[in-house]
């Protein structure tokens, strides 16, 4: 009988992990040095290792899944696209005024706690248009207002679009026909919808969601286009498949189309892993400890006092947070999807050990007075 194959490959900012799992039951491991200018490169350089040391065909490889910090090295490094925004007449500034809970409310000079950099006030475009929260048509799209702020934009040497219109996930019809008519003059520039990528109320939210995923997509689906290609060549048959934040796997296109999902892709894959390690060894403990750096869309329970399992949510806010004007910091304080602070929590609002009477005293480890 043929042994096939799957490997899982993740690609971190010094080594390259591959495990290589037979049908026999065998179990392989390899580690190669990241290329920083080329991460693709350490695959291609471990399937030729693969091939040579332990005698494996690429074409017996039968899955292939793969742990990026792509997206996660992009927003650190602030190396994402640069990225507009179409949006209502009246709400361009959604981004920058956040949920209005500041840190410093008295200070001189305020520094930005929202991820302005995103797309700062001069990429930020309003159109007319409004839809009611019913979803009837207050007032149609102006289509000649788009294609005039999406030349402007494209003038500004921008690379990726977020369209973010009031009250799309109700009815996403302006979205989509804003989306046609910039692709009909600009087909290479990326688009993102907030109605497709984080279809729900709250504005400054799903404003600043899709403007993540309009940041990264074509970061990231450049990347994924060269694996992919790099797999085809090596003669892999097995088609490409990427871990999200939540721990689950999509397909290469899918990842591509939904960048934002890939924030936390590469440290979800590693806890999905720890869990089915600890279950293989029969350790008791295994999900508990897991549990306690919690994975993509996990949520506090107040009562229970700890991590409980996510609610039904296939992306994950990384917005209600604050953001320094340093890029290194930037990420370390924000509520990215597959955070382990809650978008609501990271805003100030109803953090553990931060709401009102005794138990947030509790929690803080003082007494009543």
């Not at 953001?323 to 929590?345: D, E, L, M, N, V």
């Not at 990271?346 to 953090?351: E, H, L, Y």
Request: with cysteine; hydrophobic share 45%.
């Amino acid at each position: 009988m043929t042994i096939k194959y799957s490997v899982g490959v993740d690609i971190g900012g010094t080594f390259t992990d591959v495990v290589c799992a037979g049908s026999d039951g065998s179990f392989r491991l390899m580690k190669r040095a990241t290329t920083r200018g080329d991460p693709a490169a350490a695959v291609r350089d471990a399937l030729r290792a693969m091939r040579a040391d332990w005698g494996i065909d690429p074409a017996l490889i039968e899955r292939f899944v793969h742990g990026s910090t792509v997206a996660t090295n992009a927003v650190i490094e602030r190396k994402g696209a640069r990225t507009g925004i179409v949006t209502t007449a009246g709400f361009k500034d959604v981004l920058e005024i956040g949920r209005q809970m500041r840190r410093r409310m008295y200070d001189l000079v305020l520094t930005p706690e929202t991820p302005v950099f995103l797309a700062p006030g001069a990429r930020r475009k309003e159109v007319a248009e409004r839809i009611a929260a019913d979803g009837a048509i207050v007032a149609p799209l102006a289509e000649d207002e788009v294609r005039a702020r999406a030349a402007e934009l494209v003038a500004d040497d921008v690379d990726s679009i977020a369209i973010v219109f009031l009250f799309s996930f109700v009815n996403p019809a302006h979205e989509r026909r804003a989306r046609d008519i910039i692709a009909a003059a600009h087909p290479n520039l990326a688009v993102s919808l907030s109605s497709e990528v984080d279809p729900a109320f709250r504005e400054y939210e799903r404003t600043a969601v899709t403007a993540f995923d309009a940041y990264l997509k074509p970061v990231v689906a450049s990347y994924v286009a060269r694996m992919g290609h790099d797999l085809a060549s090596a003669g892999v048959p097995a088609p490409l498949q990427i871990m999200q934040s939540r721990g689950g796997i999509a397909a290469a296109a899918t990842a591509a189309e939904r960048p934002v999902r890939l924030f936390l892709s590469g440290p979800a894959a590693g806890i999905v892993g720890g869990v089915a390690a600890g279950r293989d060894a029969g350790s008791a403990t295994s999900s508990p400890s897991i549990s306690a750096a919690p994975a993509a869309t996990s949520r506090w329970s107040r009562a229970a006092n700890r991590w409980c399992a996510p609610r039904v949510s296939s992306t994950a806010s990384p917005c209600a947070c604050r953001w320094s004007t340093s890029p290194r910091s930037a990420p370390a304080a924000a509520a990215s999807p597959g955070s382990t602070t809650p978008a609501r929590f990271a805003s100030g609002r109803n953090r553990p050990g931060r709401s009102r009477g005794r138990p947030a005293m509790e929690a803080a480890g003082r007494k009543r007075p």
